[in-house]
């Protein structure tokens, strides 16, 4: 097969390194891809949401599987313009359509469908701009700690979690009357905080029938402990120790089942991937929310631990016959760091020459905002690069992951220190 990956990050570079160890796979594309694809497929310099030249690309190319890493395209509908179309309807493609990808690209719609369908998650009330002083009231009228979501996209950081009232009422006007997220924020859910503990749990599905694939847990916010802003993710561990097979029989019966079955009942013919955000309470699953694509940097600890040849699965899932997949995952741990520029995720700078360390089979080193200038690596995003450790024990895989970022040169680096480190906690109480 010849499989075109669209996207530039960690993700996509985790797909494509993955892709390129199948039999199944002749030619592989990436558009637009970066400094880490381009040493393993061909990078075509391609915008993501440009539709016109994907499709030119994929007939000139004689693409036969094509893999949609980010949301914006997915939200965009890339999936229904390549069913619209004569020449691409009967190209497989892994992704939803534009009514699918309301599970990411609209929060209000997302929590309308959990409702709907029963699926656990935290009570929410939606506000927009001409309801912002009912919205502030309402931040007045419950107690802390408050959740603020931007209802679109928002890159990751559409959320913001105060104790205090005043900020959250900062927060909500800086989002609906100041547009922080642009139209993103036109819609704002203010929700019931969760306590508990947080991981990811992530399902390919056919529109029918369905595998989950590794869980993991990834570190949000930008400083050591969990402070600071929020950002795209500064690292991710799988699998997740408290994750136990009794509470993810739960998040099966609870949510999978729910999730896939509402799509169907909506008549919402659902290809690709269901990232789940959950909360662990108390042992039981409560989703935070959707995604419709593979996590980052979740993909550089999940897919390095499948084993299962991936272009069979994503063909299958594309064909529609999933069920006749055995899905083959390691009990190794794999363990990611992410580096990301001085700044992030607030202003940061690009074309910093990179030094990189030397990788092996259980070292992994996977690009996300690089670039190549003269032949060289450079900085070329917030997230630059991420690191993937895998061992027999949590504790080994922390320790490859944040040495191998320790060696990563580029002026301004940083990443977090502290990458799995709570979970060694709990295992060791």
């Not at 136990?244 to 079955?261: C, G, I, R």
Request: hydrophobic fraction near 40%; aromatic fraction near 8%.
């Amino acid at each position: 097969m010849n499989i075109l990956v669209i996207g530039s990050g960690g993700r996509e570079h985790t797909l494509t390194w993955k892709l390129a160890q199948s039999k199944q796979c002749s030619k592989l594309f990436v558009a637009p891809g970066n400094a880490g694809t381009d040493e393993i497929a061909l990078n075509v310099d391609i915008s993501v949401t440009d539709f016109e030249a994907i499709k030119k690309l994929v007939l000139d190319e004689k693409i036969d599987l094509v893999v949609v890493g980010p949301e914006a395209p997915l939200v965009a509908g890339i999936v229904d313009f390549f069913k619209a179309d004569a020449d691409l309807k009967n190209i497989n493609i892994v992704g939803p359509d534009a009514a699918g990808a309301q599970l990411e690209g609209s929060k209000d719609f997302s929590k309308d469908f959990m409702v709907k369908y029963g699926v656990p998650t935290a009570f929410s009330k939606t506000f927009n701009k001409d309801s912002l002083e009912e919205g502030k009231a309402y931040i007045d009228a419950n107690e802390g700690p408050y959740v603020l979501k931007a209802d679109g996209l928002a890159a990751g950081k559409g959320v913001i979690i105060t104790e205090n009232a005043d900020e959250a009422k900062q927060s909500l006007h800086e989002m609906l009357a100041e547009a922080k997220f642009g139209d993103a924020s036109s819609k704002v859910l203010i929700e019931q905080f969760l306590t508990g503990i947080e991981l990811s749990v992530f399902v390919l599905t056919d529109g029918k029938n369905y595998v989950i694939l590794p869980e993991a847990k990834d570190y949000k916010r930008i400083g050591e402990g969990d402070t600071g802003l929020n950002t795209g993710g500064m690292g991710a561990v799988s699998p997740v120790p408290f994750a136990t097979e009794d509470f993810l029989s739960k998040v099966e019966e609870k949510v999978v089942k729910p999730t896939l079955e509402g799509l169907q009942k909506e008549g919402i013919h659902y290809v690709g991937f269901i990232f789940i955000g959950l909360m662990n309470q108390g042992g039981e699953p409560q989703v935070i929310e959707y995604n419709v694509r593979m996590g980052d940097p979740e993909t550089q600890v999940v897919f390095p631990r499948i084993q299962t040849d991936v272009a069979k699965l994503f063909k299958a899932a594309a064909e529609g016959t999933l069920n006749k997949i055995k899905l083959k995952v390691t009990p190794k741990t794999a363990v990611t760091s992410v580096v990301v520029a001085g700044g992030y995720p607030e202003t940061y700078k690009k074309g910093d020459k990179m030094d990189l360390p030397e990788g092996d089979k259980d070292k992994l080193i996977f690009h996300a905002g690089t670039a190549l200038q003269d032949g060289k690596v450079v900085t070329n995003g917030g997230r630059v690069m991420a690191l993937t450790g895998m061992a027999k024990t949590l504790n080994a895989a922390v320790k490859k992951s944040q040495s191998m970022a320790r060696k990563v040169k580029y002026k301004g680096k940083y990443y977090r220190k502290d990458i799995g480190q709570d979970l060694l906690a709990l295992i060791q109480k």
